[in-house]
């Protein structure tokens, strides 16, 4: 059975935890995360890059010159993609789509192995109960105190304790995430994952 320790709010190791087999212990297929990691940033992303064709840009009502008699090349509008100030051939537009598809099954695989490194590398931090008070001194204590320290990391509530993000918003190296709203990306984007003994078994509800 896969374990971890369980933290007090002093950062003191208390007892070890038992973790669910089928949610903290999957083998890790690095092809599957990537596809999945790579789906979910794509679909995040915005098109806001946007030029405009030689229908989009203004002016060019009129022909510039008349068709023959001038010797020069016959020109029809000013809009045109090969005259300084005419519309653009081929560039990037706003109606793009970089939306991938992954179904459900490969996004729940995926985030269970991602669970299951972080519990192996120990990077998995229970404590037997969130800070409370909101302030950000206790949790800047906290951090120093646990396995984490310094690095990125991600603090999981059931969205329902608001002194949580209160107390760790102006810490620059922790960010809080629902666990309803869990996924790949947040977990790979952070090194070290904290969450209350509650929430472990609120994960392993959600997903055994």
């Known amino acids: 059975m896969a374990k971890t320790t369980v933290y007090n709010k002093d950062g003191l190791a208390k007892e070890d935890l038992g973790l669910s087999e089928a949610v903290f212990h999957v083998a890790t297929n690095n092809a599957l995360v990537h596809q999945v990691y790579i789906a979910l940033e794509a679909n995040r992303r915005q098109p806001w890059a946007h030029t405009k ?89 906290l951090q120093k105190s646990l396995p984490c320290k310094e690095y990125s990391t991600l603090i999981l509530t059931d969205g329902g304790n608001a002194n949580v993000c209160l107390g760790s918003r102006n810490i620059k190296s922790i960010n809080v995430q629902r666990l309803q709203d869990l996924n790949v990306a947040d977990l790979l984007h952070h090194k070290y994952v904290i969450v209350s003994q509650q929430g472990v078994s609120a994960i392993e509800k959600m997903f055994s």
Do not use: Y
């Not at 970089?98 to 490969?106: G, L, Q, R």
């Open 53 to 141: 064709d030689r229908s989009e840009v203004r002016g060019g009502g009129r022909k510039p010159w008349k068709q023959k008699g001038t010797g020069r090349a016959r020109h029809g509008s000013r809009r045109s993609p090969i005259w300084s100030g005419g519309g653009i051939t081929f560039g990037p537009r706003n109606d793009r789509n970089f939306t991938k598809k992954t179904n459900k099954k490969m996004r729940r695989k995926a985030l269970l192995m991602c669970l299951s490194d972080k519990v192996a590398d120990q990077r998995f931090i229970v404590l037997n109960e969130l800070p409370s008070s909101g302030k950000t001194k206790d949790f800047a204590t």
